[in-house]
């Protein structure tokens, strides 16, 4: 274990505002054991454990139940062209009995209290957390509340409940220089919600996979980057052991009131003017858990190499394993379950403590900038998404509609005119324009001025008079603008309504009165033709509008 590593992770948590209650952390994954192989359909395949160094880092004690919590969720991951791939997972090792030492970097060993002290460090080899008796299925965890059911009595074959890993997903042949990587993921009770978020720890591992008679065993490697899940390895180990890859973009997603989700994305060029678009999602404790995301892709964009790569939940487990599927609408693809929570509460979502992982090619080229993408969420609930920021995605200008064709106000009163923008993956700018009088079709860039009957939002989704003069009649529009381009709205028409000029909402002879009072002060308001003097031309244009009915 890189003991600096671990010190500077818990300096770091010690530095936050304390927080009353335990917060325990996979401070080590120390050592593997491997079972089998079994034959499955006529492949081989083998079963893992990974031993596990647990630390109380909080400043009370963790409670420690003998066959529940808590519980260790143990996963194996691959990198190889380019991409991340869950490629095992196991059910979850419940705790039996604990003892409690140092070993918490600089954290002293609590002597008071019962479970895992605060302070104090419990370990665990491989092959007592391979141990099938103490390992129950995930379906009976709720990874956010924290409830566990009790672990059922085993029977299997050697490979059952352990991390199942098929010898054709680790060949050396068929995969040169794959990197590949473990994970444990804790769950336990009493946690915060906010203490919960450091669970996850992962550590590279080698495998020997080569050779004549390779053992596929698996071998510690590097250092364990506690806190930290498995996604990570794919921008920190992209391009090789330590070798990070700028191209991956990591977010981190937190629904609201519940868990948290990792999305992260990658984008690369291929032959023929093609683009490769990699994603993964992973779900650290959402119970609500992840069902479907959706990428701007251009309705004449190509769409071509889907690929869905998830691991199989074992015997035992109630959850459906059927692919991801896609659809396409507008501008939009969506990638989803192939069910609804309504349609198969145990449809294939990310669940808790796994990773899935998608890919398509097509001739949409990317972004110059970053954008975000709306995770939906599996179970129903509020909010219905959760948005992950800061993912490569394909180009795709924004959308724009006006709610109006044409407004008609009353002088001297306010107007909105808004631009309805369809969802967009990228930030949007606006700039409206006003149709210039003299030279139908060319438009002038509308500037806010502040005062009496100002205007205001000239650069925002929404045009404001705070009360309209005839000056301010035209045709307006905004021009929509994302780092893919910049698209016109249509237009709308403000018309001033002269006719009712005492803005009763009724044309009518009071309207008149008004009118000549007005006139007769020379009040600036009786200047309805905007030419800045009130003469007999005025009356004329009145009285026409009147008649007219505006």
């Not at 390895?233 to 990591?250: C, F, Q, R, S, T």
């Not at 119970?287 to 964009?301: K, W």
Request: aromatic share 10%; glycine share 10%; net charge negative.
């Amino acid at each position: 274990m890189n003991r600096p590593l671990l010190s500077a992770y818990l300096l770091a948590a010690c530095a936050l505002p304390a927080l009353a209650g335990p917060d325990v952390t996979h401070s080590d994954l120390h050592d593997t054991a491997k079972y089998g192989p079994v034959s499955v359909g006529g492949s081989d395949v083998y079963g893992y454990a990974w031993g596990s160094n647990t630390c109380n880092i909080g400043n009370q004690s963790l409670s420690w139940v003998n066959g529940g919590s808590p519980a260790l969720a143990m996963n194996a991951y691959r990198i190889f062209d380019g991409r991340i791939q869950q490629i095992g997972l196991g059910w979850c090792k419940h705790s039996c009995c604990v003892a409690n030492g140092n070993g918490c970097s600089t954290l002293t060993c609590s002597s008071v209290g019962t479970g895992l002290r605060p302070g104090c460090r419990d370990v665990y080899s491989a092959s007592f957390n391979g141990g099938q008796g103490r390992l129950g299925p995930r379906s009976g965890i709720n990874a956010y509340d924290s409830t566990f059911a009790p672990v059922p009595s085993f029977s299997g074959d050697a490979v059952s409940r352990r991390v199942q890993i098929g010898v054709k997903e680790m060949g050396a042949a068929d995969l040169p220089n794959a990197q590949f990587f473990a994970e444990g993921v804790y769950v336990c009770l009493e946690e915060a919600p906010v203490d919960a978020l450091n669970n996850a720890t992962y550590r590279r591992m080698t495998v020997a996979n080569s050779g004549a008679s390779p053992t596929f065993a698996w071998s510690v490697a590097g250092t364990s980057q506690v806190g930290r899940p498995a996604i990570y390895a794919w921008a920190e180990h992209g391009l090789g052991p330590n070798i990070p890859d700028p191209g991956v973009k990591v977010a981190v997603s937190d629904i609201l009131g519940e868990g948290r989700l990792f999305m992260a994305g990658k984008v690369r060029s291929v032959a023929g003017g093609l683009y490769t678009y990699d994603y993964a999602i992973y779900n650290l404790n959402s119970h609500r858990s992840a069902a479907s995301f959706s990428v701007p892709l251009p309705a004449s964009a190509s769409f071509t190499a889907y690929r869905f790569a998830a691991p199989s939940y074992q015997v035992g487990e109630p959850y459906d394993n059927s692919p991801w599927v896609t659809s396409r609408s507008g501008d939009s693809l969506t990638i989803r379950t192939a069910q609804t929570f309504a349609q198969n509460p145990n449809s294939n979502p990310v669940r808790w403590g796994t990773l899935y992982a998608f890919s398509f090619t097509t001739n949409a080229a990317p972004a110059t900038a970053l954008g975000n993408v709306n995770i939906g969420l599996f179970r129903p609930g509020t909010p219905a998404t959760t948005p992950a920021a800061g993912l490569p995605l394909p180009c795709v200008g924004p959308i724009a509609q006006s709610p109006l064709a044409q407004i008609s106000a009353c002088r001297d009163l306010p107007v909105n005119i808004e631009v309805a923008q369809l969802p967009s993956a990228f930030p949007l700018t606006y700039q409206w324009q006003v149709e210039d009088l003299l030279v139908p079709g060319t438009f002038t860039n509308v500037i806010d001025a502040p005062g009496p009957c100002g205007i205001a939002g000239a650069t925002t989704a929404s045009l404001s008079f705070s009360c309209v003069t005839l000056s301010d009649q035209g045709l307006y529009r905004c021009i929509v603008s994302s780092t893919c381009g910049s698209t016109n709205s249509p237009t709308t028409q403000l018309n001033v309504c002269i006719g009712d000029f005492n803005c009763d909402g009724g044309i009518d002879g009071p309207d008149i009165e008004s009118f000549f009072v007005a006139w007769s002060a020379a009040a600036a308001y009786a200047d309805v033709d905007a030419s800045g003097g009130i003469d007999g031309t005025d009356i004329f244009l009145f009285l026409e509008r009147w008649a007219s009915g505006c």
